[in-house]
Structures are given as C-alpha cells and as structure tokens.
C-alpha cells in the first residue's frame, strides 16, 4: 500500500513537472501568436521596411535572389551598404509565396515565438525548471518594456533582437559543456547577424569562444562539431558569393563605412552598458520613436566608471565560480561578459553623424542589463545557501524549499504572463505599437484600391508627395509599390532612399505615364500623363 501511494506520487510530480515544462513553452511563444492574431484581423499590411523585407522575401526564389540583407542608413558615402545577410528573407519567403498580403507578419511571429521557445528550453536543459521559470519571466518583461517585439515582428531589429537572446542562452548551454546545442547556437547568431550589424559583433564573439570553453570541459568531439559547421556554412554561403563575385562586395564596403567620420569613443560604450545596468535603467521606461533627446540625455548622465565596475565584475564572477566549481554560473558570466564587452566595442565605433537610430538600436541592449542582474541575483544566492547550508543540510528541507520557490515562480509568472498578455492584446487591437502607423497601413489600403479601380495592371510609377511627414510618407509609400507589386502591377520609383531599399536601378527605371503619388494621408493623386484622373466609383477596401 505505501509502495503504491510513493509510485502514484511519483507519478503525478513527473506529470506536474512535464506540464510546467509545456507551459513555460507555450507562454514563452503566447505573445507573438496573440499579437500576430490580433494585427492580421485588423488588417495589417507591410509598410515601411516591413513592406522592403517583404518584396525581398518574395525574391528568393526568383533568378535573382538577394544576398546581402536590409539597407543600411549612411551619409556621405557612393556605394550603398547592406546588413551582414538576407536569413530573415530567406525565411520569411514560403510565408510571404503562401500569404502575399500578410504572411510576413505571421511567418515572422513565428520565427520569434521560436526564438523564445528555445531560450526557455535551453534554460531548462542546463539548470532545471527554476532556470526555465526565471528566462520565461525575463523574455515577458522584455516584451513588455518593448511591445514592438511581439506587435510588429517583421522588422529586423525586432526578430533579430530576439534570436540574438536566443544566441545568447545557447551560448550559455554550450559553454557549461552541453556541446549539443552548439547547431543551434550557430543558427541564431548567423541570423542574428544577418538581421542587424548591431548583433554581429556579440553574436560571433560567443559563438566562437562557447565551444572553445565547452571543450575545455567535456575534451571529446562529437556530431556537434560538423553539424554546426554545416549549419554555419549553409547560413553564410549567399553573402560570401556577393563578396567574392560582386564588383563591390557588401562586407568591403560595410568596412568602408565604419572606417570613415568620428566615432562616438569607448566612454559613450561604457555609459550604454551602465545605462541597462544602473537603475533607474532606460528598458524600464520603454522605448518608442521620438524619444531620442531623453535616451541621449539618460545614456550621457551616467559615468563610464559603472561600466568599467560591470565588467570588472563579471570577470571577477566568472573566476570566482569557477574555483567553486559552480560551472553554470561561470558560463553565464563569462557570456553575459563577451555580450557586454562587445556592446561597449559596438557603440563606441558607432558613427557620430548618424545619431538618430539609436533610438530604436539601444534595445540590444535591454537584454544585456537583464543578464547581468540575473548573473548579480544567482551570486548573491550562491553566496546565501553557503550561510544556509546547515539549515539547508536535511535533503528533505533542501526539496521542499526548491518545490516552493519553483511552484511560487511558476505561478507568478503565469499570472504576469495572463495580465501582460491582456494588455498587449488592447494594446495591439488600437494599433499603438505599430512602427509604421496604422494611419500609413490605412493610406495604403486606399491608394492601392484607387489604382486598382482606375487602371489595368500594368506599369506605374509611385512617387512620394512633399510631407512634413517624412517617415509618414515613406512607410506609405513602401507599402504601396509592395501591395502593386503583389497584384500584378509593374511599380517603380524615383525617390533615390526607397529605390535603394527596394534594390530598384535609379538610373534604368522603367518610366510610366501612369503615376500615383502618396503622402501620409488617406488619399492618393493618381495622373496620367500630364492630366490629373477622376476617381468615379473608388472606395475604401
């Protein structure tokens, strides 16, 4: 009878155990479904650089496929620069063939609730259920300081930022000597990579030395090592082509950029790092366009000093730990330390005429801060069982406590994991997180219809309108030469930025008589030839 009464409680902990675990996942991935779900019923459609990232995904399979990724901004320079890859094109293109209007958005949703699956199985694998919890509890807090993550997915910097987490962890994981996951690691740092040049730098540095301190301890080769190879291979195959047979390679003139104009030097890196670090921290009052003035203000206000005190720290960890043979945790500070260093070397060669996009480029850093406090809290913890360890000696006192706290956390995390998730769903369902604007997604809808009813497909030309607002203007008209594009139409343009974005030829463009000019409104111009055309039976779709 008591053997049956110890299996029954055998088995019903294995089965609580695996829920949690398949509960953690799911709330890890609810965000981006939930946010996807909500934007597509209200009619989302790709505008701004979602609408570049779209035309490009649709390419891949063409006879031209992209190599190199999204654009990137710069001044005073002949040749235009790209990000490091096209991965995030390369992945988005089945959704966007299957879904033309709206397979971006939740092709790309899909790809960071992946993401963020991954972190927290990771977790799991390398420190148990409590590690899964504390990830879980750190993705959803990061999603909350930057709703754009799961509300607007397909946008570089937000899909990239989340593989660039997942690089992260599984650089964690490789580190402590779980070389299996080192495949992966290498897939979310490539794509990392690829999506932004602001991950590169964190993202290659550990997946480099990982496996160099994981087989420090393991001293034994396995599948690992030629899958990752294969892995890397596959994911950098296109951009070494286009550096090796194109007339300009993007790698070489991605150099050029950064080896010209000043640079905002090492002190501004270090106040970067103390920024996500040192409360108040800038992640905790959120982050949205136009808050530039106050981030450079919070950013300029702390001393490069705290900076210089986090990474000191980590190393002194990461020694530490591993003479107490804690090797988790030497593993997770010595990347949060590669992350943090390569955060500091990022922004202090960041261009100082080229200000502005820091204003969505800092969040790369929001996760740093939170690895660190989380590398802080397990030290201090550390620290507190050896004071414990004779109340903790009794293996039945040690169970019970671990149960609680992971029952306790577990708990709280759901419950923040269902408000939170209420939040974003009101918030996603009165569009206020979309980075291109429903006003812009709305003039899209309407400008496209006013074409459609007016002409037969064929040639035309978009032009932007003169507006005071520029970013207005562009994500409309992006998001018009897609949704032509994707009807049959033959778009173009002359606006120089959006052609270059799109990999349009400025200079050989096919002219058509058959204009449509937009602004940031709900209305479009449409002429033919010199003639301006009467729109008789247009309405709103």
């Known amino acids: 009878m008591r053997q049956r009464m110890v299996d029954r409680t055998q088995f019903l902990a294995r089965w609580l155990r695996h829920g949690v675990h398949l509960g953690s996942l799911l709330a890890a991935a609810a965000p981006f479904v939930l946010a996807a779900v909500l934007e597509m019923a209200r009619g989302w459609r790709p505008a701004s650089d979602d609408a570049v990232i779209t035309y490009r995904a649709w390419h891949v399979w063409s006879a031209h496929p992209p190599l190199v990724g999204q654009f990137v901004l710069t001044s005073g320079h002949a040749r235009q620069a790209y990000d490091l890859g096209p991965g995030l094109y390369w992945l988005l293109s089945l959704p966007v063939h299957l879904d033309p209007t709206q397979g971006a958005l939740w092709g790309a949703a899909l790809l960071s609730a992946l993401a963020a699956a991954a ?36 946008w570089n910097p937000n899909v990239g930022l989340m593989w660039f987490v997942a690089a992260g962890f599984g650089a964690w994981a490789v580190a402590s000597g779980r070389m299996r ?32 301190v994981g087989q420090l301890r393991r001293r034994r080769f396995g599948y690992w090592l030629p899958a990752g190879l294969l892995v890397g291979a596959l994911c950098w195959l296109a951009p070494l082509i286009q550096q090796f047979t194109a007339p300009h390679g993007n790698m070489s003139n991605l150099l050029n950029v950064r080896s010209k104009g000043a640079d905002l030097g090492i002190g501004f890196g ?37 900076g210089i005190a986090v990474l000191a720290g980590l190393l002194l960890v990461v020694g530490v730990a591993s003479w107490a043979k804690r090797v988790e945790l030497a593993a997770l500070a010595l990347v949060v330390f590669l992350l943090a260093g390569a955060l500091v070397v990022t922004f202090s060669a960041y261009p100082q005429q080229q200000l502005l996009p820091l204003v969505y480029l800092d969040p790369v850093s929001w996760p740093i801060g939170l690895m660190v406090w989380a590398v802080g809290l397990w030290s201090v913890l550390e620290l507190v069982q050896v004071g414990l360890r004779r109340i903790l000696s009794s293996p039945g006192m040690k169970l019970r406590l671990k149960q609680l706290a992971v029952g ?76 032509l594009y994707s009807e049959g139409w033959r778009p173009t343009t002359s606006d120089r930025p959006t052609a270059q974005a799109f990999g349009f030829s400025v200079a050989a463009q096919r002219h058509s008589s058959r204009v449509v000019k937009v602004a940031f409104a709900r209305t479009a111009v449409l002429q033919e030839g010199s003639r301006q055309v009467s729109l008789l039976g247009c309405t709103k779709r």
């Open 408 to 483: 306790t956390a577990f708990i709280g995390t759901m419950c923040g994991a269902v408000v939170g998730g209420g939040l974003l769903a009101t918030d996603a369902s009165q569009g206020n997180y979309v980075v291109s604007g429903w006003g812009a997604i709305t003039g899209v809808r309407v400008a496209v219809a006013q074409v459609d009813c007016t002409w037969r497909p064929g040639n035309v030309t978009v032009l932007p309108t003169p507006s005071n607002n520029v970013l207005g203007t562009y994500a409309e008209l992006t998001g018009t030469i897609w949704q």
């Open 181 to 212: 996951w080192w495949p992966l690691q290498v897939f979310a740092a490539s794509l990392a990579a690829q999506c932004h040049l602001e991950y590169a730098l964190g993202a290659v540095l550990c997946c480099l030395v990982a496996p160099v």
């Open 270 to 306: 270090l106040r970067m790092l103390a920024s996500v670090v040192q409360p108040p921290t800038v992640w905790q009052h959120g982050n949205q366009v136009g808050n530039f003035l106050w981030l450079m203000g919070s950013i300029g206000s702390r001393s490069p000093g705290v």
């Open 119 to 154: 972190c927290v199985q990771i977790a799991w694998s390398v420190k148990g259920p409590g590690a899964a919890i504390l990830t879980l509890g750190g993705l959803l807090l990061l999603v909350a300081a930057r709703p754009l993550l799961a509300t607007d997915p397909v």
